[in-house]
């Protein structure tokens, strides 16, 4: 079996493949403090929460943008489960190349979603990654990784203005029953959840022009749209671009860039072979 886990900087998410599918997935929180033996005994007790033993894991693949807890996990891997892993870079062998100014600069989740979304579709792809920033990254029809936008997260910027807004309470992040919001509460929720939806909706066919304009025999229809990440499920309903989303996004990634390590054929995350 292959652990997964994707170290980010507010959640770290952890699947367990078994080889034809994702047995479970977790969410643990990012504590920078922790130490290999707290994790490791997290690691443990999920994997006997569905009854499996150490002996079982054959592999571990790590991203991570949060560098600490990276070693920690290698850590974990070793002293836990008697294995090496393989932490994702921009060197790995994933399956698209990475051609942005700067590749040893990029996160390497931005890197495992983009293998993953290639690799699902075939072809050109943006992927909408909602976590503590809000990445859009690029891939065009021959698996090249171009780059991407970033921008500040639904949950940095709500914070950032609560913080500086004396009058301005915490709301929940629910969908207001129209855009006017009649009330503060709704005001907030619409300006967060529409505001969100359409920045994407604005940022998407911006990115499918300049796709278009590198590549003349793209066309817009032909550039899959993918959203993942901890809040994709609540702002994708209110956009018109994004057409398919995946929260596990990035752990079907992790595991098509260890299959390619092991030198099999990479299955999705429905254990069907892809191209």
């Known amino acids: 079996m292959l652990l997964a886990i994707d170290i980010g900087n507010t959640n770290i998410v952890l699947g367990l493949w078994d080889g034809g599918r994702w047995r479970l997935q977790w969410r643990l929180s990012t504590v920078r403090e922790r130490t290999a033996d707290e994790y490791g ?12 033993k150490k002996r079982q894991v054959g592999q571990v693949v790590i991203s991570s943008v949060v560098p600490k807890l990276t070693a920690v996990f290698a850590e974990v891997g070793r002293r836990y489960l008697g294995q090496e892993a393989l932490v994702v870079n921009h060197r790995t062998n994933m399956g698209i190349r990475v051609e942005t100014d700067f590749p040893d600069q990029v996160g390497a989740d931005r890197l495992v979603n983009a293998t993953a979304a290639y690799h699902r ?3 050109a792809c943006i992927v909408v990654d909602m976590g503590t920033a809000t990445k859009y990254d690029v891939v ?9 936008i970033i921008s500040p997260g639904l949950q940095i910027t709500a914070d950032a203005l609560f913080a500086r807004a004396a009058k301005l309470s915490q709301v929940e992040f629910v969908a207001p029953p129209g855009v006017i919001g009649r009330n503060t509460i709704h005001a907030l929720q619409a300006g967060l959840i529409y505001g ?14 300049e796709m278009c304009a590198l590549d003349g025999e793209l066309t817009a229809d032909q550039i899959h749209i993918i959203g993942t990440g901890g809040l ?34 990479e299955q999705d995350s429905k254990g069907g072979e892809t191209a």
């Open 41 to 52: 005994l997290d690691v443990r007790g999920l994997l006997r929460e569905c009854k499996v």
């Open 121 to 123: 579709f075939g072809g």
């Open 140 to 148: 065009n029809r021959d698996g090249a990784f171009l780059g991407g």
């Open 196 to 209: 969100y939806a359409s920045q994407i909706d604005g940022l998407i066919p911006r990115l499918q022009a």
């Open 232 to 265: 994709i499920g609540l702002i994708a309903p209110h956009t018109r671009t994004i057409t398919t989303t995946d929260p596990w996004l990035t752990l079907s990634g992790l595991q098509v860039i260890a299959a390619r390590g092991r030198g099999e054929g």
